[in-house]
């Protein structure tokens, strides 16, 4: 058509020119009065009417940085990196917000704004002249929101992490971000440290720009991504103020102009074996619980079966090889510097342990990218034969209580394990008295109360943290025991919700169960002074009460859910389904591949 041939950018050894969905918008003859509309409002900051008529791809940047994600706000500055890429590779760089999805600050519970933040990209990536997108990926939920959008809409994607921050320290030892505050908290119930002391503590694990530091949710999410095969190789560990950041940004702006050329799609690269490498891949990291539900949930938006069951087939016996925190000692400098993702998955696929004949963004396989890629740290990526710890990955429970629920077995301390899963004869199973808090307020309303008797035979039970009962599913499982335990040298007691758990915490407890409470899961019969008996080797966790009594509870009314108190709040509700699952909006998996079909004028 008629403008296509006057700003060609594609030169010789290009594949030929496709075209683009955009051009229905920019360069469409048959409606050249809408064309003009489209056109006219992006010239009046500079753009000209032949760029956006030249046949060049349209390259959307999701920015998810902004003074309320303050864990990805160096995409702002890394932004500039992407768009200098996309120029130089042929494409046209439009850079948009995505919504703020803040872990720590977002009340009452960012886990709500991981499926608003979906919704919002798909529409966008969806109705407006978009050919491809860079996926600008950090704090905890950012990454799967934007990946479960990129899957559902289906055009070439790439993410670009925003990299962890720096290694933190104070007086001589590592202080990571997130696990520095459960240390910190427990230091202070045992009267080791005062509140000034602990703000001193949190500001030396956040010392620059960047996601948390640890192998939180944050890096968790970012290097499964890249063993997904949506990042470029390396790409997740790289410190954010670091010199390839930068570098990284802009080659991540080549490559996605490249990949819209070959219409390089996610549906090619989110297959099963994928998923079932990210599976591998968590374990052998000491990843985050959270991987559980955003892996669950990207991969059904990817149209891909993943089942609760494929954590224990394929990761349960995977070995834990990274010595980072929580599950080991370092952070993300090391990390980096000892090879980052590509060195643990070199050495699981040396251990046949990969899928990795699969293609990814960089347009080669999974192997391919992999090829040289073992690492010169050995403290810090251990050899697949001398691992931290045999075993590594999630153990799923089920029983009487829920119908699933996971446990991460990389955090289990000695001294849980001595005291817990060590009785001769019976090793891996106990019994534990219940004590039951209705949310978090009420665990903190009541935990030291002395009238609650707890002793280290108790099990902290959290239940209304689910999806439905919080509302979003809340990171408030991991419950520290009573202040008169800690000072006795208590660090842990065996505890289980329905909601989540920080993955930084270095808590075992039993995560995630669904269905919830508020769902009528068997977690909403379960009363205070109730026996619990869980069986890590036949993956059980039972409330041993009778099936009378249990008929006879449940003629009680259920525990209280809080009202909506946002129109949001009330549409995720009536639209989410159990953890287990993903917790995604149920409505939103018939829909697939909305980028090929085009909206109407
Ligand atoms: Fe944002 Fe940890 S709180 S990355
Ligand atoms: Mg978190």
Known sequence: PAGQDSDRATGAGQPAPRRYRSQDWFDNPEHIDLTALYLERFMNYGVTAAELRSGRPVIGIAQSGSDLSPCNRIHLELAKRVRDGIRDAGGIPMEFPLHPIFENCRRPTAALDRNLAYLGLVEILHGYPIDAVVLTTGCDKTTPAQLMAAATVDIPAIVLSGGPMLDGWLDGELVGSGAAIWKGRRQMAAGEIDGEKFLDIAAASAPSAGHCNTMGTASTMNALAEALGMSLTGCAAIPAPYRERGQIAYETGRRIVEMARSDLRPSTILTRDAFLDA???????????????????????????????????????????????????????????????????????????????????????????????????????????????????????????????????????????????????????????????????????????????????????????????????????????????????????????????????????????????????????????????????????????????????????????????????????????????????????????????????
């Open 279 to 601: 599976i591998v891949v968590n374990a052998a990291i000491g990843g985050s619980t959270n991987a559980q539900p955003h892996l669950m949930a990207m991969a059904r938006h990817a149209g891909v079966t993943l089942e609760s069951a494929d954590w224990m087939e394929y990761g349960y016996d995977v070995p834990l090889l990274l010595n980072m925190q929580p599950a080991g000692k370092y952070l993300g400098e090391r990390f980096h510097r000892a090879g980052g993702v590509p060195a643990v998955m070199w050495e699981l696929l040396q251990a046949g342990r990969l899928r990795a004949a699969r293609p990814t963004v960089t347009g080669r396989t999974m192997a391919d990218n992999l090829a040289g890629r073992e690492s010169g740290d050995r403290e810090m990526v251990r050899p697949y034969a001398a691992p931290l710890q045999e075993r590594a990955g999630f153990l799923t429970l089920r029983g009487n209580l829920f119908d699933f629920a996971i446990m991460k077995t990389s955090v289990i301390s000695d001294q849980f394990r001595a005291r817990y899963l060590s009785t001769p004869g019976s090793e891996g199973v106990f019994e534990a008295r219940a004590v039951v808090f209705e949310g978090s307020a009420d665990y903190h309303a009541r935990i030291n109360d002395p009238a609650l008797a707890i002793d280290e035979h108790c099990i902290l039970v959290m239940r209304g943290a689910g999806p439905l009962g919080w509302p979003g599913s809340a990171e408030v499982v991991n419950m520290q025991p009573p202040d008169a335990l800690v000072r006795r040298g208590v660090m842990n007691l065996p505890t289980l919700g329905d909601g989540r758990q920080s993955g930084t915490s270095d808590s075992p407890s039993i995560l995630n169960a669904s269905p919830e409470s508020a769902a009528g899961g068997g977690l909403a019969w379960l009363r205070s002074g109730d026996m619990i008996r869980v069986d890590l080797n036949r993956g059980r966790c039972d409330m041993l009460v009778d099936d009378a009594e249990l008929a006879r509870r449940r003629s009680e009314p259920a525990p209280p859910v809080p009202p909506s108190q946002t129109p949001w709040q009330q549409i995720y509700r009536a639209t989410v389904g159990q953890l287990e699952n993903g917790a995604c909006l149920e409505l939103a998996l018939q829909y697939r591949a909305v980028g090929q079909h085009l909206p109407r004028h």
